[in-house]
């Protein structure tokens, strides 16, 4: 499981209900229904993803989280979770105001666009970075609204979330210095946040 | 006309008749003392009979939803492209039945059958039907058949409206229910296009107060009009423009002819309108209109759809098409967000169509996809 993932099992509670946005082929879901029995949906727009959602039993609605969650009722979730979809979004802010809406608690994972590999190749090459977390083009790629950690941090300020927990994951290297300095050299950040 | 039946066809199927004695209380206050439904089944129920579908059909459907009646047929069953070995509803998985509704011209009893207490046909006498009261005919039939729970109650359009009013009338009895290109109830709209239709018969000249058959006669030019209206409301603007375009059958317009002009889309509605006209019986057409536009599903409780789908045990499938403006896919967010109130399981998807509202009958890739991997993942329950 990608690692953002394995972090945010720890912040969800036994039995809870869970809405996932951005749900993907339902692997989390599936996992935090095994093991934390949580009962819930997964929100998707791609039609193999949903497929794979569809085979594993799980509930999923093809629902474009840029159309807003006015089907969901006021703190009718306790966790809404949204995993590397943040950065997809027409209207981020406004999702995540749905988001808190919605759930009691929010967890929202999103790439560190302040990654010292970002910089260092929009910094030598003067192109936008591509890796193999983002492998797209700019011109063609789904994700079309970059944050980085500092950034994030705040909009959580103007917008009065409150941070319940911060914290960034990298899969292999800079696992000391990403503590230190997580701007630079978080990968992913995943951030826990209330009203 | 297949040569040879398709391996993926139920193959020869043969209708059976089922008589019921049990008087049937109506929603309408009335009650029919006896009624006989015609059906037919595919695949095999298995040992602790829990892998039975039940098939509810929309406006103009019937009992004869798979496979071939005679190697003479020139088509298959209404909904074959779904039922058979290896399809979405997959017949070596699921025992399969599809009847006529009652208030049908199929076989069923219904307003073309002769009233036992007159010995003339029920005609306009036939009683007013709900939905609810084609779910209560179907429960009897399921109980006959020897089937207590349901693993799918399944229906496009009017049939999704069925389906869903089983899942509340007879909470313990269904395990899931597929509710596919259908509404929580109809809007003015819709009810606009079934009156205009209605109207388009009963002026009819034929149409005697609907006893035609007592006169030995049809309104066949008023229902073929109230087809057309219909058939014109289940495609999209898109697909009979690439269908027929302007295209002319015969005349031009060439400066100087005086030619009669006739465009390909007039010759073929009128064509469906005429043919449709041939088979159906036009009192089974006003009577079941009407219950679609009667349905409603959260009217008793409260007009709330939710507090209507927390009675519901079943785990839902809500499949709607993205150029059906008849049963446009808002209708379908509707149910989905009323099922998500309730907190029912629901999975949802919305196919990508040019086909409007016959998209539901219709092959399809992704509906294929989603209808065959959702039933899939029951059948081992």
């Given at each position: 499981m990608r690692i953002d993932l394995n972090e945010i099992q720890h912040w969800i509670k036994q039995s809870s209900r869970i809405l996932d946005l951005g749900c993907g082929d339902g692997t989390l879901l599936k996992?935090?229904?095994?093991?934390?029995?949580?009962?819930?949906?997964?929100?998707?727009?791609?039609?193999?993803?949903?497929?794979?959602?569809?085979?594993?039993?799980?509930?999923?609605?093809?629902?474009?989280?840029?159309?807003?969650?006015?089907?969901?009722?006021?703190?009718?979730?306790?966790?809404?979770?949204?995993?590397?979809?943040?950065?997809?979004?027409?209207?981020?802010?406004?999702?995540?105001?749905?988001?808190?809406?919605?759930?009691?608690?929010?967890?929202?994972?999103?790439?560190?666009?302040?990654?010292?590999?970002?910089?260092?190749?929009?910094?030598?090459?003067?192109?936008?970075?591509?890796?193999?977390?983002l492998p797209y083009e700019w011109y063609d790629t789904p994700n079309i609204h970059f944050c980085t950690f500092k950034d994030f941090e705040v909009l959580c300020r103007e917008r009065n979330y409150k941070v319940i927990n911060r914290q960034v994951v990298n899969?292999?290297?800079?696992?000391?210095?990403?503590?230190?300095?997580?701007?630079?050299?978080?990968?992913?950040?995943?951030?826990?946040?209330?009203k | 006309m297949p040569d040879v039946l398709p391996p993926d066809s139920v193959g020869i199927v043969t209708p059976q008749t089922l008589h019921f004695s049990e008087p049937l209380l109506l929603a309408c206050g009335k009650t029919l003392n006896e009624y006989q439904l015609v059906c037919?089944?595919?695949?095999?129920?298995?040992?602790?009979?829990?892998?039975?579908?039940?098939?509810?059909?929309?406006?103009?459907?019937?009992?004869?939803?798979?496979?071939?009646?005679?190697?003479?047929?020139?088509?298959?069953?209404?909904?074959?492209?779904?039922?058979?070995?290896?399809?979405?509803?997959?017949?070596?998985?699921?025992?399969?039945?599809?009847?006529?509704?009652?208030?049908?011209?199929?076989?069923?009893?219904?307003?073309?059958?002769i009233n036992p207490e007159t010995g003339k046909p029920w005609g306009p006498d036939f009683p007013k039907l709900r939905v609810r009261d084609w779910v209560h005919s179907q429960a009897r039939l399921a109980d006959k058949l020897g089937i207590n729970v349901w693993a799918a109650v399944i229906g496009g359009s009017l049939g999704g409206m069925q389906a869903m009013r089983w899942a509340l009338e007879y909470p313990e009895r269904v395990r899931h229910c597929a509710v596919i290109a259908s509404a929580l109830k109809l809007s003015a709209q819709n009810i606009a296009f079934n009156e205009t239709a209605r109207q388009a018969i009963i002026s009819d000249p034929n149409f005697l107060d609907g006893r035609y058959q007592e006169h030995n006669t049809l309104p066949r030019h008023g229902l073929g009009v109230a087809r057309m209206i219909g058939h014109i409301t289940y495609l999209s603007d898109h697909d009979m423009g690439e269908k027929f375009g302007r295209d002319l059958r015969s005349g031009s317009f060439d400066i100087g002819s005086d030619e009669e002009v006739e465009f390909q889309i007039e010759s073929y509605l009128r064509y469906q309108g005429g043919n449709f006209a041939k088979q159906f019986d036009a009192n089974s057409y006003l009577l079941i209109t009407k219950a679609l536009d009667y349905f409603d599903l959260g009217r008793e409780y409260g007009d709330d759809p939710i507090a209507a789908f927390k009675l519901a045990q079943a785990k839902f499938l809500v499949i709607s098409f993205s150029t059906d403006w008849r049963f446009a896919p808002e209708r379908s967010h509707e149910i989905v967000s009323a099922l998500i109130g309730a907190n029912k399981s629901v999975t949802y998807a919305e196919i990508e169509s040019k086909s409007g509202h016959d998209a539901f009958l219709l092959p399809d890739e992704r509906y294929q996809q989603v209808f065959g991997r959702y039933l899939a993942g029951i059948a081992t329950e």
């Open positions: 996992f935090l229904i095994d093991t934390k029995h949580v009962d819930g949906y997964g929100l998707e727009i791609d039609a193999e993803q949903i497929n794979l959602c569809i085979d594993k039993g799980l509930n999923v609605i093809e629902q474009n989280l840029d159309r807003g969650l006015g089907n969901f009722a006021d703190n009718s979730f306790d966790t809404v979770l949204m995993t590397q979809a943040l950065q997809t979004l027409h209207f981020p802010h406004k999702v995540l105001d749905e988001m808190l809406r919605v759930g009691k608690e929010c967890i929202v994972t999103f790439p560190n666009f302040g990654h010292w590999k970002a910089r260092y190749h929009l910094a030598t090459h003067g192109r936008m970075p591509v890796s193999d977390l899969e292999a290297s800079g696992q000391l210095l990403k503590d230190v300095m997580p701007n630079l050299f978080g990968e992913t950040a995943i951030y826990h946040l209330s | 037919e089944t595919y695949g095999q129920l298995n040992a602790n009979k829990s892998n039975a579908v039940l098939i509810c059909h929309a406006l103009s459907g019937h009992h004869h939803a798979a496979g071939y009646h005679s190697m003479s047929d020139k088509r298959p069953g209404w909904w074959d492209s779904y039922i058979g070995p290896g399809k979405p509803i997959d017949t070596n998985k699921f025992f399969v039945v599809s009847l006529n509704n009652l208030g049908g011209c199929h076989g069923s009893t219904g307003p073309s059958s």
